[in-house]
């Protein structure tokens, strides 16, 4: 199987930056899209950057131009790089990856367990 683990989550002020990590290990055979989601208290999950195989990139909207994804696909490494945070940008982050495996043909998405990011003063 798949397994993912996220880590580089903390606490960090306002203005300041952090950079998580998503390592996907198992047997796989390709990676597809590379996703980050964040999910705050009392709130939707929602879908922060993916990367796509081909090289695009999409960001939502609250992130544009202040977080930046990015992938190793030699390592099968997903990272964000979140500069100029705010406190609303508090949320257990997650990344989701879409692969193959050696076990099954075909494409499946796979979650890690989320990582906690507090921005506050």
């Known amino acids: 199987q798949v397994q993912l683990v996220e880590s580089g989550g903390g606490l960090v002020q306002p203005g300041g930056s952090l950079r998580l990590s998503c390592a996907a290990s198992g047997r796989i055979v390709s990676i597809d899209d590379m996703d980050w989601y964040r999910q705050a208290p009392g709130k939707e999950r929602e879908l922060v950057a993916t990367?796509?195989?081909?090289?695009?990139?999409n960001y939502g909207d609250s992130v544009k131009g202040r977080f930046t994804i990015s992938r190793d696909n030699v390592k099968n490494t997903a990272f964000l790089q979140m500069n100029s945070l705010k406190p609303e940008d508090t949320a257990v982050y997650f990344c989701?990856?879409?692969?193959?495996?050696?076990?099954?043909?075909?494409?499946?998405?796979?979650w890690g367990q989320g990582t906690q990011v507090t921005v506050s003063s």
């Open positions: 990367s796509h195989s081909d090289g695009i990139t």
């Open positions: 989701k990856m879409r692969c193959r495996s050696t076990m099954v043909s075909f494409y499946r998405d796979y």
